[in-house]
């Protein structure tokens, strides 16, 4: 039976003289902020830009552009990282493990996936605001600024809360670039570790506590974008 325990247990257990879990939850923020926060701008702007691009017609680069997009995004996660770290990150700095690896392995997912939860939101946008914007005298960034992302600003924050999730799911498989966060040793130390060596806990108990936690920084982060979005959709 799961009491608070064991709960209190995992939180307090130390390995090397240091917090287990509180470390590979601090790991975990630490990742999840800094991918989502740079996918986001990056995704923002590459979501315009194919918007763009499509409006206009330019069929070509947006062909070529979608290409690469649902190359990245079909290709499975983990044959991603080892192809990033094959024919990139080794080859050029002769290294493929540290936090580095893994911030840029998941916005090398997280920009794609983002930049097309942005394009279908530009599209779901009356088409008839690109030419209004024009009549009025509106630049390309006029038009993006104050037409454009301001009709689209509610479901770009739902979005962006989605984001974070999909940030924190994807990095339950960073351990094969040294990443430590919360699924990691839910993994290495609940699910493959070996039972004797962990103290007032048994595995299970600790896989239960991580997805708690990780369940948390969910909730927190879809109420908050949900506020945001009621409070920003003048719809």
């Not at 009491?3 to 990742?31: C, G, P, Q, R």
């Not at 991603?80 to 392995?105: A, E, N, Q, R, T």
Request: hydrophobic residues 50%; charged residues 15%.
């Amino acid at each position: 039976m799961f009491s608070f325990h064991a709960f209190w247990n995992v939180i307090t257990y130390k390995e090397w003289d240091k917090y287990l879990f509180l470390n590979a939850f601090l790991e975990t923020v630490k990742i999840t902020f800094f991918s989502s926060l740079i996918s986001f701008f990056l995704g923002l702007f590459l979501g315009v830009y194919l918007y763009l691009l499509k409006i206009k017609k330019n069929h070509k680069i947006y062909f070529i552009c979608n290409m690469v997009l649902n190359f990245l995004i079909s290709t499975p996660f983990l044959l991603l990282i080892i192809l990033f770290i094959k024919f990139f990150f080794f080859p050029l700095f002769g290294f493929s493990y540290g936090f580095g690896v893994s911030l840029i392995s998941l916005i090398l997912i997280l920009t794609p996936l983002f930049t097309r939860h942005c394009e279908q939101i530009f599209l779901t946008v009356n088409p008839e605001i690109y030419s209004t914007s024009y009549s009025l005298g509106a630049n390309d960034w006029q038009f993006i600024k104050y037409f454009l992302l301001k009709e689209a600003r509610s479901d770009i924050v739902l979005k962006t809360s989605l984001l974070f999730v999909t940030s924190l799911a994807y990095s339950s498989v960073l351990g094969i670039t040294g990443h430590e966060g919360i699924a990691e040793i839910a993994i290495s130390r609940g699910y493959q570790g070996d039972p004797s060596l962990l103290n007032g806990f048994t595995p299970l108990e600790l896989i239960i506590v991580c997805i708690f936690f990780m369940f948390c920084l969910t909730q927190i982060v879809q109420l908050i974008a949900y506020f945001l979005a009621n409070k920003l959709d003048k719809r």
